[in-house]
């Protein structure tokens, strides 16, 4: 078992910047492909970007491919988003996720364990 506990979500400008972190506790994140999901009102969630059990191959939806960087911190069993050149259209809760899958799955199915998720608000 793993518990997620996301944090730091907020609202920034258009155009601005903001980090979201995900804890880990009872299982360490060097065991688990890593995600982060999004769900905006009235969608579906979201596939956003996934960092492999190494930490070293990450993967990212075409929309945020450039913009958003996802990373692994194992001393702190943290997993990171960093997000930059925000727009409207990222609002959404984020939600990290842990997956056994020894690939970089988009899948939501794919993924056993989830945190509660953070609001992101982007203003234009």
């Known amino acids: 078992q793993v518990q997620l506990v996301e944090s730091g979500g907020g609202l920034v400008q258009g155009g601005g910047s903001l980090s979201i972190s995900c804890r880990a506790s009872g299982r360490t994140v060097s065991r688990f492909t890593m995600g982060w999901f999004r769900q905006a009102p009235g969608k579906e969630r979201e596939f956003v970007a996934a960092?492999?059990?190494?930490?070293?191959?990450?993967y990212y939806a075409d929309d945020v491919k450039g913009r958003f960087t996802i990373s692994k911190d194992h001393a702190k069993n943290t997993v990171s988003l960093q997000m930059n050149s925000l727009k409207p259209e990222d609002t959404a809760v984020y939600y990290c996720a842990a997956s056994s899958s020894l690939y970089l799955t988009t899948q939501r199915s794919d993924y056993s364990y989830w945190g509660q998720g953070t609001q992101v608000t982007v203003s234009s």
């Open positions: 960092v492999r059990k190494s930490g070293r191959d990450t």
